[in-house]
């Protein structure tokens, strides 16, 4: 066994099985959660060299979630990725409560409550690292409608995680552990044909790039890693924008407000 072990959430495809695959290459012992399980033990059998143990869980409900946050309080975890999602892409008023309660359950309960579990352990321990998978979308709100499929709890989700992580860090700066939002844009994975959205003509990243990326972005120290943004000064420019709003605010009512 690894003296190293990792927990990671949506591993049967995808990012979060590329993450298991270079995690086990790079010596982790690994939890990996799904809902399928030939998946995940598919996934296993691919990693001989390393402890890999299967968790089949639903991260849409309740149960599911609390399942997979004991195993996150129990274990002694070096690395938390949280990259469980569901798509859900429609129109808010279309959008069916259940598939809307879902995504807010995997990407935005799950993550926090998993997060919460396993913090307190690598705080004790002085090491660890969360990596939660979010996307561009997360700063796409302003976008005019023709340029994206109407999204609007999708994009909500991913930016809860944005800000959530950014705070985090700092709440966790000087004690070891480590928080990162992997912000990828379109990834070549089965995400999108699960949702019956053909982005096949789209170029598209592949997730070994998006997990290079994630790691290397932990070394750097990025608490904000846009694996497919060149200007890295961009990000540093929202952020400054957001503090600059931040830091503007009054007790007095602006003046665009005032009647007469």
Do not use: W
Not at 165 to 186: F, N
């Amino acid at each position: 066994m690894g003296s190293r072990l990792a927990l990671v959430t949506g591993a049967s495809s995808g990012i979060g099985r590329a993450f298991a695959r270079r995690l086990g290459a790079d010596g982790y012992d690994l939890v990996v959660v799904g809902r399928r399980r030939e998946r995940l033990e598919e996934l296993a059998a691919s990693l001989p060299d390393v402890e890999v143990t299967p968790l089949v869980a639903d991260l849409g409900t309740d149960g599911g979630v609390d399942e997979v946050a004991e195993v996150c309080a129990a274990r002694p975890l070096t690395m938390l990725v949280n990259n469980a999602g569901v798509a859900h892409y429609m129109p808010f008023v279309e959008l069916p409560a259940d598939k809307a309660r879902e995504l807010v359950h995997v990407k935005v309960v799950a993550p926090t409550m998993l997060a919460r579990a396993a913090v307190p352990g690598m705080v004790a321990r002085g090491a660890g690292a969360v990596v939660n998978v979010a996307g561009m979308i997360a700063f796409s709100g302003p976008a005019p409608q023709p340029q994206l499929p109407r999204r609007a709890v999708y994009a909500g989700t991913l930016a809860h995680l944005v800000a959530m992580s950014q705070a985090l860090q700092v709440e966790l700066a000087g004690t070891g552990v480590r928080v990162q939002v992997l912000c990828p844009g379109v990834v070549a994975t089965e995400f999108h044909q699960r949702q019956g959205l053909d982005l096949s003509a789209v170029p598209r990243m592949s997730a070994e790039d998006v997990v290079t990326a994630g790691l290397r972005g932990l070394e750097l120290g990025e608490v904000v890693c846009a694996p497919g943004v060149e200007q890295d000064g961009l990000l540093e420019e929202v952020s400054r924008a957001d503090l600059a709003a931040f830091g503007a605010q009054s007790p007095e009512l602006a003046k665009r407000y005032r009647v007469g």
